[in-house]
C-alpha cells in the first residue's frame, strides 16, 4: 500500500480497510457503503457476505492483509449508532461521493510516482474492473468472475473477458499457423530464367 501520511490515523485505517475490501471483493460502492457490520465473518475462515443486486448473496473470502486491515479498523470503529461498517468522523455512514473523495487520496499520491495516473480517472468502478480482471486471470473461469462479482447474467461478466488481453493472446497461440512447405523458384518464362543465369 502507498505511504499516505493519515494511514496511521483512525480515519486512515478507515480508509484503507474500505480500499482493499473494495478491490479484493470487487465491490459495488453501494455495497460496500452499505455493508452492515455483521456481514463480516471471521469463521471458518475470514469472509464477507454480500447482500447485491437483486439481493443476489454472494460470500466473498478475505485476503490475509485485507482482514488484518478490516480487524484494524473494527479496534478503533467504536460504537456508533450506525449499523453499517464503515462511517465517517460524525458515525454516520459514509456515501458514495465520501468514498469516492477518500479513493482520491492515494491515486494523488501515487500519481506522483506513475504521472501517467494523472491524466485517467481511477474511480471506484475502476477497483471492482480490476478485481475482476484479477479474478479472470488467476481462474480462467468467467464463471468465477461473474460469481464473484454477483453479476446476474454471464453477459455482463464477458465485457470483462474482451478486455482481457491475455485471453487474445491465448488464443493467438493455441492457433496453429498453416505449415509451408519450402519450394524452388522455376521461373515462368524464358526471358526470366535467361536473366537469372546472367
Known sequence: MLNVPHLHRRDGIRDRAMLHLCFAA?????????????ALEWQPSPHVRIHG???????????????????????????PRAPELFVNAREQP???????????KPVTVAAEQCPSLKTKRVSPHVLRHTAAMVV??????????????GHTAIQTTEAYVRA????????MHAVVPPTLKRGRFRAPDKLIASLHST
Open 164 to 171: 482481457d488481453p491475455t485471453e487474445k493472446l491465448d488464443a
Open 94 to 104: 459514509l456515501t458514495r461521493s465520501g468514498f469516492e473523495y477518500i479513493l482520491r
Open 53 to 79: 443486486k437483486g439481493r443476489r448473496e454472494r460470500l466473498i473470502p478475505l485476503w490475509k492483509q485485507t482482514a488484518a486491515d478490516l480487524r484494524a479498523w473494527l479496534a478503533v470503529r467504536g460504537q
Open 136 to 149: 479472470l486471470q488467476a481462474t480462467g473461469d468467467i464463471r468465477k468472475v461473474s460469481l464473484w462479482l
Open 26 to 38: 470487487g465491490l459495488r460502492v453501494s455495497e460496500l457503503v452499505g455493508l452492515p457490520l455483521h
